[in-house]
């Protein structure tokens, strides 16, 4: 074994409930803002697949673990749907999903494998949206209830807990850029949208302190994007330092060391995008930071100094501090159009030992989307080799960031089984199992046997 990691090391896979569980109006769950899109447009899906019926997790879920044991996961993370659990969003929960929640948990530690639980990935309930969604600091309340019914529920065996799924990527694709409901594109809404979902998460954290949880942690999951300038010139830096403070910095410096970036306060404030604030929210940010972090890497985003000045009138962006920059000879993942830049994950983790006190930390997501996978079929299995080059690359690089001090405990990919993704549904397929999406039928990928002789011998 050349890339040994340390013991107990957590091999494991990601997931989320609108992804995998389908049952969408099963069970007494209630809509959340996919269901209500897919409703009203379904044709901005891929191939018109809504959310409706996804992988099949909430009837298959003994059989899933079963498999994730198979393979060697000592970790498993999912989502609980708010809507499922408190159809609504607020009030009664609903028994069915207390059921089902409590019974997923508890098969997966009968196998062995520890459940790691979020709690938001992308799913507001309708009913909120409604009001305002993350506009909304009525909304921000209905979110910390919503914390302390799960806390209660499930806090007697669940050790490690995460309060939201990249809280960027709601603002990005439902304020900004028009890949998620509401469809608005608005910074300054997206920027509120933003600080109130920071506000949740902090009260969520502050409602944990307050339980007895036996121990257990509390963290978040950023997907975390190392911004890349194109060149040492003053000006590639500074536009790739704000990119940096839009994409990374607005949601990793409240939530670990307590503080918004002063620059970045200062660049909203003198664009006139600072958000709406309530006394006594700084102290509640500053005294919940996080016991653990969740690092979803995928990409780095490369940037370089704007070459034309934003036209005053046009409404503010943070596009108007930096280009996007394609380098030359960057490796694609040539499936899902996204660049390859392994070290990035070693970058990270050396940034979090460096400025953000060493917080303990793993790689939550990080995966290869295939586009038409089933043409890599041989003997009747994905032979997915790429995939595996993909995995062993980063794990080659946290490694050498382990050896120099990084404080990672482990790796999940995404993900468990290929699974519905946003307005992507099934177009990019990112498991250790394909899924049928007709029949359900899961088959082990060519990765799924060789990710079960890593967890087995911690290495590789
Ligand atoms: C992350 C999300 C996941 C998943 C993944 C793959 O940003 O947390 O929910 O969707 O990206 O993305 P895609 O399916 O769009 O390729």
Same mark, same amino acid.
């Given at each position: 074994v050349q890339f040994k990691f340390p013991d107990g090391f957590w091999w494991g896979s990601a997931t989320s409930a609108t992804q995998i !569980? #389908?049952? %969408? *109006?099963? #069970?007494g769950k209630g809509k959340n803002i996919w269901d209500e899109w897919y409703a009203v !447009?379904?044709? /901005?899906f891929f191939e018109g697949v809504?959310?409706?019926?996804?992988?099949g997790f909430y009837d298959k879920y003994k059989e899933d673990v079963q498999l994730m044991k198979q393979i060697g996961h000592n970790t498993f993370r999912l989502s609980i749907s708010w809507s499922r659990l408190i159809p609504g969003g /607020?009030? =009664?929960?609903?028994q069915e999903a207390a059921a089902f929640y409590n019974n997923v948990i508890d098969e997966l530690i009968a196998n062995d494998i520890e459940p790691f639980v979020?709690?938001? +990935?992308?799913?507001?309930?309708l009913e909120l949206q409604n009001e305002?969604?993350? !506009? @909304?600091r009525a909304v921000v309340d209905a979110y910390a209830d919503y914390a302390r019914e799960a806390f209660k529920l499930f806090g007697d065996r669940v050790g490690k807990w995460f309060?939201?799924?990249?809280?960027i990527v709601p603002v990005e #694709? #439902?304020?900004?850029? *028009?890949? +998620?409901?509401?469809n608005v594109v608005d910074a300054k809404r997206a920027a509120q949208v933003g600080y109130h979902t920071m506000v949740a998460h902090a009260k969520a954290v502050e409602v944990f302190r307050s339980? *007895?949880?036996?121990g257990a942690q509390i963290g978040i999951i950023l997907n975390l994007t190392p911004s890349y300038p194109r060149s040492q010139n003053p000006a590639d830096l500074k536009a790739s330092r704000i990119a940096d403070l839009f994409f990374? /910095? @607005?949601f990793l410096d409240p939530s670990v060391l307590g503080e918004y970036p002063q620059e970045l306060i200062d660049i909203l404030e003198e664009h006139g995008q600072l958000p709406v604030t309530e006394p006594g929210d700084g102290q509640l940010i500053k005294s919940n930071t996080v016991d653990l972090l969740g690092v979803n890497y995928y990409q780095p985003r490369r940037v370089k100094a704007k070459e034309t000045l934003p036209n005053p009138y046009s409404p503010f962006m943070p596009e108007w501090f930096f280009d996007h920059y394609e380098m030359p000879g960057r490796k694609m993942n040539k499936y899902r159009g996204w660049e390859i830049y392994e070290k990035g994950i070693y970058d990270i983790m050396m940034n979090l030992k460096e400025n953000?006190?060493?917080? =303990? @930390?793993?790689?939550s997501e990080n995966g290869m989307g295939v586009q038409d =996978?089933?043409?890599?079929?041989k003997d009747g299995q994905i032979q997915d080799d790429y995939r595996i080059e993909f995995i062993k690359g980063h794990l080659e690089w946290l490694h050498k960031a382990i050896e120099e001090g990084a404080n990672a405990k482990g790796y999940h990919l995404w993900s468990f089984m290929d699974n519905w993704s946003w307005m992507? %549904?099934?177009?990019n397929r990112y498991g250790f199992f394909s899924v *049928?999406? =007709?029949?359900k039928e899961r088959t082990p990928k060519k990765s799924a046997d060789w990710i079960k002789q890593v967890s087995e011998n911690n290495g590789f």
């Open positions: !569980e #389908g049952a %969408a *109006d099963k #069970g !447009e379904p044709n /901005r809504g959310p409706q019926t996804t992988s /607020r009030g =009664e929960v609903n979020n709690l938001y +990935h992308f799913d507001m309930p305002g969604g993350w !506009e @909304s309060t939201f799924n990249e809280p #694709g #439902g304020y900004l850029y *028009d890949f +998620h409901y509401p339980l *007895d949880m036996k990374n /910095r @607005s953000y006190g060493n917080i =303990e @930390s793993f790689i =996978e089933d043409r890599f079929i992507n %549904a099934y177009k *049928d999406i =007709e029949t």
